[in-house]
C-alpha cells in the first residue's frame, strides 16, 4: 500500500525565520523543501525587469503563465528565473516589495499554487509561505505558523543586509516589515492568517535549533498517532 506524500506546511510573516527552518525540518525528515515564497520574489524579479506594473493583473497573468521557475537542493538551494540563478536577487527589498504585490493577484496565485501542488504530489515537501495550510494544501494535519514580534523580524533583517554590504536604516526596516504585514494581512486573496488546526510558535526567543526540533518532533508525533490510528 502505497503511503501519501508527507506535506509539511510552514506559513508566516517575512522575518520569522521560515526559510532557514523550512529547509533544516526537511533535510530531518528526509523530503524536499519546496520555498513557495521565492516564486512570488522570481515573479516580482521578472516583473521589475519587463517593467510590468506589479498590480496588472492581465499582464501579470501571462508572465507567470510563461516563466519558468526551478529549485536546485544542495546545502545552499538556489533558485532558477528561467534557467538563471536569481538566488540573491530575489532577496533584495525593491524585490521583497514587488513579490508581495505579485502575491495579491490572484491569477498568479493560481498558476504558482498549481506547481507547488504538483511539486508536493509529487514527492512530498516541507513547503513554506503565507497559506500553505489554508490554501495551497489545507488536507495536511502537518501545518506550523511562524510568528515573532515586528522589531524582531525588522532587526533580523536589518542584519542580514548588513551582512550583504548594505547601509539601512533600522527604522526604514521596521516600516517597510510592518507595511509587508499590513499588506499580506488584507489582500483579498488568500491573506495570511492561521486557525486552530496550526501549532504556532513563536520564534522570537527561541534559536532555529529549538524551532526546527519542536516542529520535527511535533511531526514525528503526529504521524505516529495516525499511524496507529
Keep these: 500500500m502505497n503511503r501519501e506524500p508527507l506535506i509539511v506546511a510552514i506559513d508566516g510573516p517575512s522575518g520569522v525565520g521560515k526559510s532557514t527552518t523550512s529547509r533544516r525540518v526537511a533535510r530531518a525528515l528526509n523530503i524536499p523543501h519546496i520555498d513557495t515564497g521565492a516564486m ?4 516580482g524579479v521578472a516583473a521589475l525587469r519587463d517593467e510590468i506594473d506589479t498590480h496588472d493583473e492581465p499582464a501579470l497573468e501571462k508572465l507567470a503563465e510563461n516563466t519558468r521557475i526551478d529549485f536546485v537542493p544542495g546545502e545552499r538551494p538556489r533558485v532558477l528565473l528561467n534557467g538563471e540563478d536569481v538566488t540573491a536577487m530575489i ?17 498568479v ?17 516541507v513547503l513554506e509561505g503565507r497559506d500553505i495550510g489554508t490554501k495551497v494544501f489545507p488536507e495536511t494535519p502537518y501545518k506550523f505558523f511562524l510568528t515573532a514580534r515586528p522589531e524582531v523580524r525588522a532587526k533580523r533583517r536589518f542584519d542580514e543586509l548588513v551582512a550583504k554590504g548594505a547601509s539601512p536604516v533600522f527604522a526604514t526596516v521596521l516600516s517597510e516589515t510592518i507595511a509587508r504585514d499590513e499588506q499580506d494581512s488584507t489582500r483579498a486573496d488568500s491573506p495570511l492568517r492561521h486557525d486552530e488546526s496550526y501549532t504556532v510558535i513563536d520564534t522570537s526567543d527561541l534559536t532555529i535549533d529549538e524551532v526546527v526540533n519542536a516542529i520535527v518532533e511535533r511531526v514525528r508525533q503526529k504521524a505516529e498517532g495516525r499511524r496507529q490510528k
Design 91 to 107: 532577496r533584495t527589498p525593491e524585490v521583497s516589495m514587488a513579490a508581495s504585490d505579485v502575491s495579491t493577484i490572484p491569477a
Design 109 to 125: 496565485r493560481r498558476c504558482l499554487v498549481k506547481l507547488q501542488r504538483e511539486l508536493g504530489r509529487r514527492s512530498g515537501g
Design 40 to 43: 512570488y520574489r522570481a515573479i
